[in-house]
């Protein structure tokens, strides 16, 4: 290998590791606002393309979609202002147009979909295009127990009515042995894993309940939730596990059943 080829493999290492390492110790919810971008038009970003090369504008495709993969393992949320900041930069102009190539080969090679869970700070998760995540009761005894501990929380919020109290929680979770002052095997500081982590992954909203002495919180769906999972096939997956019809839940198949049909015509 000439010192050319080793000196340009070596850059291209050096810079997918800095990628990796400022996706994955970037504060995820940072309360920064959003890196000033002026949506360009679309003569603005063709003018911007001609100016750089095809090899140019494909490695920073790959470095945004490296960055976005990268992020996605742990479920962050995506945040426009971050692709901006850490690996657009000087390449901002040209934004929508690398999300748009970045967003094609996701769907083509990897079956996902980015999509935008908070227009007003421009906020993506990445879902499954083919088919919605499958959370399953059992995992809390075999390989994800925090899939598991997830899928109830997230089973208990939709059947109780969407809008659940804290200590609703801690009460069902108390009988499932997992007590929220306690360091838990599988799950460490449970208190801190669902209203913090699950939270920051977006998958739950936790807030407190206005008016109240002593205070108390509430736990609803987060966006990514309502995004990625099938509220259909947790109704029938809590309808087995009770041995009853769907249909004995008379409002809960009805909000299953809109959102399914939302998301076939969202999704044609």
């Avoid at 790959?62 to 971050?82: H, S, T, Y």
């Avoid at 692709?83 to 690398?98: A, P």
Wanted: some cysteine.
């Amino acid at each position: 290998m000439s010192q050319k080829k080793r000196t340009s493999s070596q850059k291209s290492q050096a810079q997918s590791n800095r990628l990796s390492q400022v996706a994955r110790n970037e504060a995820v919810d940072s309360d920064e606002e959003d890196v000033s971008l002026t949506e360009p038009s679309t003569s603005q970003v063709q003018q911007s393309l001609s100016r750089l090369t095809v090899a140019q504008v494909d490695r920073k495709m790959a470095e945004v979609l490296q960055f976005i993969l990268i992020k996605d393992q742990k479920k962050m949320p995506i945040k426009r202002a971050d692709i901006v900041k850490h690996v657009l930069k000087e390449y901002k102009t040209i934004y929508s147009e690398i999300l748009k190539r970045v967003d094609r080969t996701l769907g083509q090679v990897f079956g996902m979909k980015l999509v935008e869970i908070d227009t007003k700070n421009h906020t993506y998760v990445l879902i499954n295009k083919l088919e919605p995540v499958d959370l399953n009761i059992r995992d809390m005894h075999t390989g994800s127990p925090k899939t598991g501990l997830l899928f109830v929380i997230l089973a208990v919020i939709f059947m109780k009515g969407g809008i659940v109290k804290e200590s609703i929680i801690w009460n069902m979770l108390k009988k499932l042995k997992v007590k929220c002052g306690e360091k838990h095997e599988d799950f460490g500081d449970v208190k801190k894993l669902i209203t913090e982590e699950f939270v920051r992954q977006r998958y739950l909203e936790y807030a407190r309940v206005p008016h109240t002495d002593p205070i108390e919180y509430e736990f609803r769906w987060g966006l990514r939730a309502e995004k990625e999972l099938s509220k259909m096939k947790l109704l029938e997956l809590v309808s087995e596990l009770q041995e009853q019809d769907p249909h004995s839940w008379t409002t809960q198949w009805k909000e299953a059943e809109q959102a399914e049909s939302s998301s076939r015509g969202s999704s044609q």
